[in-house]
């Protein structure tokens, strides 16, 4: 199995914070990754597909880059409703795995 | 637009079995190149891939090791749906279960049901 992690676990930032959360695989997966947000009590949602494609509705203060093993997703300006759970997620091979999440809150 | 929505009991006894349904809107589940996924959430598990179903010529399934011989996931074409159905089931599979679609673009997850919390407790 692709085991995935994510630093940091968890940060605290301000509204206006430029944020980065990276995401390493024990192996490499080309451009398999995706990205979702998740907020109490609710579904994740998919912002970033191919590791860098932006899904369709996401802000474009979000981006994404990396191939291989190593990603980041970064915020360019935290808005109020971008405090939450951020996950990465392999596609490459099955079992499909999740990063473990960072949270992001104020 | 692609609306999946859950259904099911959320209290389930030691050793039965667990079910739910994922009924489909705005696509058929025998669409090709979509995959349709049921993952669960737990704080001791995080988000854990529990397997899929798809049609391509004909129906496939894949599961993931830790529950491959307790799981089943079927498609239900008549009624647009599919299903979850976890036996022999402990305190442990106490989880937040959700229903995903997949598509072909990158196998990344872009239609979610709502979530079901399950409860295993006698």
């Known amino acids: 199995d692709i085991q995935m992690t994510q630093s940091p676990s968890s940060l605290s930032a301000s509204v206006g914070d430029r944020v980065t959360i990276t995401c390493r695989t024990t192996?490499?997966?080309?451009?398999?990754l995706n990205w979702y947000q998740q907020k109490p009590g609710k579904a994740p949602k998919l912002l970033i597909y191919?590791?860098?494609s932006l899904q369709g509705g996401v802000p474009s203060r979000f981006s994404a880059s990396g191939s291989g093993t190593d990603f980041t997703l970064t915020v360019s300006s935290l808005q109020p409703e971008d405090f939450a759970t951020y996950y990465c997620?392999?596609?490459?091979?099955?079992?499909?795995?999740f990063g473990p999440g960072t949270k992001v809150d104020v | 637009q692609v609306q999946l929505q859950q259904s099911g009991p959320g209290l389930v006894k030691p050793s039965h079995t667990l079910s739910l349904t994922c009924a489909i809107s705005?696509?058929?589940?025998?669409?090709?190149?979509?995959?349709w996924n049921w993952i669960r959430q737990s704080p001791s598990r995080g988000l854990e891939w529990l397997g899929r179903?798809?049609?391509?010529?004909?129906?496939?399934?894949d599961y993931a090791v830790s529950v491959r011989s307790r799981i089943t996931i079927n498609p239900d074409t008549s009624r647009n749906q599919f299903s979850l159905h976890l036996n022999s089931v402990t305190p442990e599979d106490t989880a937040v279960y959700y229903c995903?679609?997949?598509?072909?673009?990158?196998?990344?997850?872009?239609?979610w049901g709502q979530g079901t919390l399950v409860t295993v407790s006698s």
């Open positions: 995903t679609r997949a598509g072909s673009r990158n196998y990344d997850f872009d239609y």
């Open positions: 705005g696509v058929s589940v025998s669409s090709h190149g979509a995959a």
């Open positions: 179903t798809y049609y391509m010529s004909k129906w496939y399934s």
């Open positions: 192996q490499s997966i080309n451009s398999f």
């Open positions: 191919s590791a860098s």
């Open positions: 997620q392999q596609s490459y091979s099955i079992p499909l795995t």
